[in-house]
Structure formats: C-alpha cells, structure tokens
C-alpha cells in the first residue's frame, strides 16, 4: 500500500506543481476557450490542463519504475503500451485544444492510441458468458477493447462541463476501482499479487486528479481541456480492462460471494461512471448518430437550469458518483441486502437534494 500512497502523491504533486507553467504556456500561444453559447462561463478561460496531467503521470510510472515491487510491472508490455497510448492521446486532445479537429480525426486517434495499448496486452481476454468466464478470439478482444477505450474516453469528455467536474468523477471512479482492484485478491497469496498494472494506473489517476482539481475547481483558472479528458478517459479504460479482462472469480475473496465475485468486475465499471454514460446515452437518443454535435442540454446543463449554484451542482455530481460507485463496491465487502439498502437510500438522499436544495433555496430569498 506504501508504494501506492508514494504514486498517488507524486502525481498529485507534480500534477499541481506543473499546471501553473501549462496554464502560461496555454494563454501564450492561444489555446484558450472561447465563450459559446452552450458553455456555463462568462469569460475565456486558458486549456491545457491534460499536458499537466500527463507530466504528472510520466512521473508517478518513472518512479514506480524505481520501487522494489511496482518496478516488476515493466517486465511486460502492458505498462510501456499504456504510456505510449496516454502520450498519445494526449497529443491528439493537445492539438484540439488548440485548432478543435473535427470528430472524425479525433476518433481515428482514439483508435490507434486504444490499438497501441491493446496490442500491448491490454485487452478484455475473459467476460462472464453463460455461467463461466468465456475467453474471446483475437479479433473480439481487438475490437472490444478498443470500443470500451474510446467510449470511456467520450464519457469523459462528456461529464467535463463544469469547473472541477470531471476531474472530481474521475477521481472518484479511480479510487472505488482501486480499492476493488487492490483488495480483490485473497491474503495468503505472495505479496506481490497486490501489485497489478490496474491499481498502479487507478493509483496514479487519483493522484493527477487531485493534483488538478486545485487549478480547476469553480471558478477555474485552466480547464482540463480535450487533452485532459481523453487521458483520463484512457487510463481509466486501461485499468479496467487490465483487471477485468484477466479477472478468475475463483481467486476473489470469501467474503464475496460467487455471484458478486463474478459479476462486480463487470459492474464495477459501468457504475463508477454512471453518471457521464447516463450522459452519453442521452445525448444519443437527443442528436441520434451525430452524437458528437455539441448543444446545451447535458446533465449539468439541467443541473443548473434547476437552481443549482456552479459548485453544488458540482458537489451532487460528486454525491451521485460516490453513491453508485460506493453502492456497488460494498456487494464485495458486506452482504447484497445491506448494500443494496446503502444504494437505494443513498440515491434517494441524493435525488431529495438534487430537487430540494433550489426550492430551499428560492423560499430563503422570498
């Protein structure tokens, strides 16, 4: 756990320490988002913020490349492939930050940056089928991996309308997934079995989530950007798919149950970003195939359109998040029906403040 704790620091450091040069170098050579119709504010605000990120990134994957049992996660490819795709991605998020490529391009980098990790052996080997855990062909596991990249990465993009949104959801998503990816191994195996290339990435996310959210929370002085997005967007697919695609329900804890063992890597997650699919799925079913097409009717769109202040509408996002995320994380460490109890009072909080702060607040100011 110390290990972890020492790249969850180190990302948020360097994260923190290298957004301020970005921000400069964001504003100097005019990536800077303009105000559109569609966004909440009032005055161009710089991006660039993902470039910081990803320094923080690089660094916390060059120090675990010095720790006694982090560095044996570079005996693979795995490790080397997702620092290749993260770069990559960033650059393609960076160069739309400054000229806003069109749709089609953007998505043929997320294929290739998703192919150079998948290639590398970060795939989707195994999923529950038929009561067993079915090994795909090759040409699935390509395929399947490459779409839960690019749609991780576009519910991202997706949930980062507000200031401090989705760094927050992320951060949060990462945490729930790695306490699920670190603890989900029983004890008596050797102690290197609780290092794994999904909790070193979760681990760092965490860390180049938190280190952000200083610079980025309301009122922002440097947005995450396109660049951000698509990073964590990608080290979250990455970490997902590197434990549950190699995940055996076999080797879970007691203390879950078969059921639980064999499903949770599977909605783990989908819950962890609920909200920003949520989000998608609309979007879908308001534009139809261009779904892509920008316009002003997101979630924290509707949020604000409600009542909701900037950064309480961020804070129940938050509270959503940690709820459903949180709600399925528990069905591995207490019995189904005490965790479902948690997931349904803890949505029904949370829908009460989401339809009750702005009336609370409209009768204070009568």
Known sequence: MREYLLICVVAAAITFLATPAIRWAAVRFGAVTPVRGRDVHSIPVPRLGGVAMLVGFLAAAA???????????????????????????TALGAVDDFIEIDAITKFAGQMIAAGVMAFAGIQLYLVPYGGAQTILPQPVMLALTIFVVIATTNAVNFADGLDGLAAGMVAIAAAAFFIWAYSSLPPELNVESVFSTSAFLSAAVVGCCLG???????????????????????????????????????????????????????????SILAVPILDVLLAIRRRGLKFWKPDAKHLHHKMLGIGHPHRQAVLLFYAWSMVVSGGALLFAFVRAKYAAVFLVVGLLVCLALTLGLPKLGRRRSL
């Open 63 to 89: 120090v675990a490349s010095q720790l006694p049992y982090l560095s044996g996660l570079y005996d693979e490819g795995e490790l080397f492939g997702v620092l290749l795709g993260a770069v990559l991605i």
């Open 212 to 270: 952000f959210l200083p610079h980025n929370f309301h009122p922002a002085k440097l947005f995450m950007g396109d660049a951000g997005a698509l990073l964590l967007g990608l080290l979250l697919a990455a970490a997902t798919i590197s434990f549950t695609g190699n995940f055996d329900p076999s080797i879970a804890p007691q203390r879950s149950s078969a059921l639980v063992a064999f499903w949770l890597p599977i909605a783990l997650p989908l």
